[in-house]
Nanobody, 122 residues
Framework: QVQLVESGGGLVQAGGSLRLSCAASGRTFSSYAMGWFRQAPGKERESVAAISPSGGRTYDADSVKGRFTISRDNAKNTVYLQMNSLKPEDTAVYYC???????????????WGQGTQVTVSS
């Protein structure tokens, strides 16, 4: 069982930056691939980024390539999402999730956090 708690969301102007954190409970964090997903009102859930258990491989959705960076610190049981050059269309609730396979497919992820709101004003 893994419990995930996101933090770091908020209101930011277009062009600004935010760093999201996702703290995981349990001693098996380093065994899990981690992913970030987002969902805007009235829209389907969207993949953002994923990272392998060791942190050696990362995947980014085309919509965030070059702007967002996923990373992790297994000693701190935490995964991060650095978001730069934010756009109004990045506004959404952002969720972190854990899976046994490194993938951008949300269907593979087993454990999910409660989400943190990111709002980008124009």
């Amino acid at each position: 069982q893994v419990q995930l708690v996101e933090s770091g969301g908020g209101l930011v102007q277009a062009g600004g930056s935010l760093r999201l954190s996702c703290a995981a409970s349990g001693r098996t964090f380093s065994s899990y691939a981690m992913g970030w997903f987002r969902q805007a009102p009235g829209k389907e859930r969207e993949s953002v980024a994923a990272i392998s258990p060791s942190g050696g491989r990362t995947y980014d959705a085309d919509s965030v390539k070059g702007r967002f960076t996923i990373s992790r610190d297994n000693a701190k049981n935490t995964v991060y999402l650095q978001m730069n050059s934010l756009k109004p269309e990045d506004t959404a609730v952002y969720y972190c999730a854990a899976a046994m396979i490194t993938t951008l497919s949300p269907d593979i992820y087993v454990y999910w956090g409660q989400g943190t709101q990111v709002t980008v004003s124009s």
